[in-house]
């Protein structure tokens, strides 16, 4: 799992670094930042898989704005100087151990004729010494030219100038091969962890009634494109005990008692069968134009954290979406008790104090993280750890701490 991700110039994000767990929530104003924790996660999943593009960042549910809007535009602290120019973008992510298993700049390139933003791009991977130990080609060139003085002004031969060369260029050589070496090992890194893959998941009520048959990033849209089609996959052999394990999850809805997932979802036509366990046996069968949103929200959910095709890290913005306070402690719980069966590690977004009721602090993999905006406007973060109830007090509920602002994520200043 990823053990710290570390922020640096992004958006809202001055220096932040957030340790998740199997199961992270934020929580936090409006516009405190949380959103911007997850884009800047995208960000790193961007650089990782090589592609930063406006396309790859939106489909991944990034809001893609101007550059001067992505890169932090705080005025430069006492100790930074404002004529360096604009500042890049730092991501680094661990995956256990004290070193980085991924670490990268980004900076925004811009057009020689006039100026404008071309394109993202991301600088060497940094890996710390071992990046000083690979020759740059501005390294390589003056290598090879401090040879050829040294020859000449002590009257070398050709012979002799052929051997150091051939010398340069093997030490040359083999630093590139190092350097490669280095880069294949993070980009394995970044795959091996999940990050490569990092989505924001935000279902969309309208999608998930007339979803698009197809996603642009397979196999499912952070919108819900392609929900059906992923879904007949739950009926392969191999795979088949997870679909009667989310149909018993479903039964948080006291009227669902089955669905059937079309024959054919590969057009705009594919209808799920919905059973209703209430109504006459002739009219029992509705698709999902007629279902419940919040049923559509926790089918979705569920699809994504049960499937084996979807990302091992991924985030859950604003998953309370739809939901009344008891099914948000509901869903909460079955996220912990799926990540886990199913080795995923997520991140969500909440406003919904209901939410935090099914978390369980005194479980290590379940974090809570409390995002507000300091006295500079930084986004910053605190961890909430489990209460400790003092004797003979009656322990708070944490849905009860977050609406009474005892442990922070609420605004403070009306």
């Not at 220096?15 to 995208?42: C, F």
């Not at 970044?190 to 009520?205: K, Q």
Request: hydrophobic share 40%.
């Amino acid at each position: 799992m990823i053990s710290e991700i570390r922020i640096q110039n992004f958006k809202s994000i001055h220096d932040l670094a957030l340790k998740p767990g199997r199961v992270t929530v934020l929580i936090g104003e409006n516009g405190s930042g949380k959103s911007n924790i997850l884009e800047a996660i995208a960000f790193a999943a961007g650089a990782a898989a090589g592609k930063l593009d406006s396309i790859f960042l939106a489909n991944r549910g990034v809001r893609v704005v101007e550059d001067t809007w992505t890169t932090a535009a705080f005025p430069p602290g006492e100790d930074e100087d404002e004529e360096k120019g604009p500042k890049r973008i730092r991501l680094s992510v661990k995956g256990g151990s004290e070193e980085p298993v991924f670490e990268c700049r980004v900076h925004a390139k811009r057009r020689k004729d006039d100026g404008s933003f071309d394109s993202w791009a991301v600088s060497a991977p940094v890996w710390k010494k071992e990046v000083d130990e690979a020759f740059q080609e501005q390294e390589f060139a003056e290598e090879i030219e401090k040879t050829l003085e040294g020859l000449k002004s002590k009257g070398g031969t050709r012979k002799d100038a052929n051997s150091q060369l051939e010398q340069t260029l093997r030490r040359v050589l083999a630093s590139a091969r190092l350097s490669a070496q280095k880069r294949a090992k993070l980009e394995h890194n970044a795959t091996v962890l999940g990050l490569a893959d990092f989505m924001i998941y935000a279902p969309d009520n309208e999608t998930l009634r007339t979803p698009p048959p197809e996603s642009v990033v397979q196999p499912l849209g952070v919108r819900g494109q392609g929900l059906l089609k992923l879904l007949q996959s739950f009926s392969e052999p191999k795979f088949a005990e997870r679909l009667p394990d989310m149909k018993e999850r479903l039964q948080l809805f006291g009227w669902f008692e089955d669905f059937l997932t079309p024959d054919d979802a590969a057009t705009v036509e594919a209808r799920l069968q919905i059973r209703d366990k209430w109504l006459a046996q002739d009219r029992a069968v509705f698709d999902q134009r007629s279902a419940n949103e919040g049923f559509l929200y926790l089918l979705f959910y569920f699809t994504v954290l049960m499937s084996w095709r979807t990302p091992r890290f991924f985030a859950f913005d604003n998953v309370d979406n739809a939901l009344n306070p008891k099914l948000c402690s509901a869903l909460m719980r079955q996220i912990a008790e799926l990540t886990k069966k199913h080795k995923k590690q997520v991140i969500c977004t909440t406003h919904n104090a209901a939410i935090l009721d099914g978390l369980n602090l005194h479980d290590d993999e379940q974090r809570l993280y409390a995002v507000r905006r300091d006295s500079d406007g930084h986004t910053v973060v605190h961890r909430v750890r489990a209460p400790q109830p003092q004797s003979g007090e009656t322990p708070v509920r944490l849905s009860e701490a977050f609406a009474r602002g005892i442990i922070g994520g609420l605004p403070d200043h009306f």
